[in-house]
């Protein structure tokens, strides 16, 4: 059974309600905000028929400390939903069965901050991937805050945590899909190489990378070619230089 999750913010929230309506099970707006957006907001919120309550800032502040939601940017709108799935091995199976392009996934080795989830989800989204990857351990999940950066990419991409990392990438290699592992030592450069086919890109957090048993597991390593004095990017920036390379050549 799935879990309830409280998100928040205007995009987060509108995109609950565009895609997954019947997940959306209350809605709290902040009384005194009567702009543009909450009133286009409000009229969705009528229109699927989920129910909403017209707060006041000292019970909406009261809901925030009670969920544990401090210091966020939560735009006056909070939504109690069933929290996206997350996705198991059997379900990456599927998804891979009835694929009709060359799929194209993006996997995380021990990214623990669930800001670089959501970034990454979102990156996802706009890159065409067909899902993310991470370790059911030592990794980030779908929390309020992955959702909230994610810009409503939860709702579109599917989430997979998997026991055994290594040992799905094997599985991943078996079926034909090329697994690329980024490594800042890496001696061959992204843009050496041809992306055109079944691909899995993986990166590690920042800082660590990839751990021994994953990168031993990578078809090939590679890097994304570095001029000033910083030693590596963000994890979910790397994530956008790799897939929009790999959209790049697929296009030409």
């Not at 989830?117 to 805050?145: E, F, N, Q, W, Y």
């Not at 992955?146 to 040992?167: C, E, H, M, Q, Y």
Request: negative net charge.
């Amino acid at each position: 059974m799935s879990e309830s999750l409280w998100i928040y913010g205007l995009h987060a929230v509108f995109s609950a309600l565009d895609n997954h309506p019947e997940r959306v099970k209350e809605v709290l707006l902040l009384k005194g905000r009567d702009d543009a957006r909450m009133k286009k907001l409000l009229d969705q919120v009528t229109e699927v028929g989920v129910r909403y309550r017209l707060v006041s800032r000292d019970d909406f502040d009261r809901t925030l400390h009670k969920q544990q939601l401090k210091d966020i940017r939560h735009q006056g709108v909070l939504a109690l939903t069933t929290a996206a799935p997350v996705l198991k091995e059997n379900d990456l199976e599927a998804l891979l069965d009835n694929l009709e392009e060359p799929p194209l996934l993006l996997v995380l080795d021990g990214v623990t901050d669930p800001h670089n989830i959501g970034a990454c989800l979102r990156t996802c989204d706009a890159a065409g991937a067909h899902g993310l990857i991470v370790p059911k351990d030592k990794s980030a999940t779908l929390t309020a805050t992955a959702v909230k950066i994610a810009s409503g990419a939860t709702d579109t991409v599917p989430f997979f945590a998997v026991t055994n990392l290594a040992r799905t990438l094997e599985e991943l290699k078996q079926r034909g899909i090329w697994v690329y592992g980024t490594a800042g030592e890496a001696s061959s450069e992204i843009y050496q190489n041809r992306l055109q086919g079944p691909i899995a890109l993986v990166m590690g957090a920042e800082g660590k990378g990839l751990r021994r048993l994953t990168r031993e597991v990578c078809d090939e390593l590679i890097h994304i070619p570095m001029a000033g004095d910083v030693s590596s990017l963000n994890v979910s920036v790397a994530a956008g230089v790799c897939l929009f390379e790999v959209v790049r050549q697929r296009r030409s």
